[in-house]
């Protein structure tokens, strides 16, 4: 499937904390920042709760896909296609399955997007079929190791274009600009883009830019 969304791509990734345990709670502030990000038409949103069970990432996504329908922003569900549960796709990880596999299996109909590190992994998603790669950390984010920098993000953007590349780890709104004029499609945040204000703010900003 075409990635076919206008630029600059605003790429929404929840946070990764709801477990069985909290998950009403959890699942509560996952659709409330949805529906904001639906208002404010970010264009992608990522399930990414590893945490829950098959059945309760199934729960929340549909739900999810409930609250977007009909909206400009389309859903992926992080690894488990097999749990896409009406989303419009999948985000694949470097410990997925691959692109490749992916698309084979499921065709067209699915967005894949996929994380990568390096321009090898990059290829490679490219080559397998992927529509889209965030690429990262570029800048310093807890618990993600080395940035890769700007520099590094500005080479796989000049070897792949006009292939998306959106730009991922500790992107916010002092510094966003800068992974645009690196020459990436969009940013992918968890932490700037799970607040509800600074969320708002990014989205204003860039409504008044273009």
């Known amino acids: 499937m075409s990635l ?3 630029t600059p791509i605003i790429y929404l990734i929840t946070k990764g904390e709801a477990t069985p345990a909290n998950f009403d709670d959890a699942s509560r502030q996952i659709l409330e920042i949805v529906s904001v990000a ?4 970010i264009h992608l949103v990522q399930i990414r709760e590893k945490h829950l069970t098959a059945k309760l990432l199934f729960e929340l996504t549909t739900k999810v896909v409930k609250i977007t329908k009909g909206s400009a922003t389309r859903v992926l569900v992080n690894d488990r296609a097999d749990i896409a549960a009406g989303a419009d796709g999948v985000h694949l990880t470097s410990r997925s399955l691959s692109a490749q596999i992916i ?11 996929a994380s990568t590190h390096n321009i090898d992994e990059a290829r490679s998603a490219v080559a397998g079929g992927a529509d889209f790669i965030v690429f990262g950390p570029v800048f310093e984010t ?6 890769t920098g700007l520099s590094a ?3 796989v953007c000049d070897k792949l274009k006009p292939f998306p590349v959106i730009a991922l780890g500790g992107v916010d709104k002092g510094n966003y600009r800068s992974v645009i004029y690196a020459g990436a499609k969009g940013f992918a945040a968890i932490r700037s883009l799970n607040d509800i204000d600074r969320l708002r703010a990014i989205a204003t900003e860039l409504r008044n830019e273009n």
Do not use: Q, Y
């Open 38 to 41: 639906v208002e404010e038409k």
């Open 103 to 113: 698309r084979n299996t499921f065709g067209g109909k699915l967005i894949i997007g």
């Open 142 to 147: 807890p618990g993600k190791g080395a940035a």
């Open 153 to 155: 993000l500005s080479d």
């Open 4 to 6: 076919d969304l206008a």
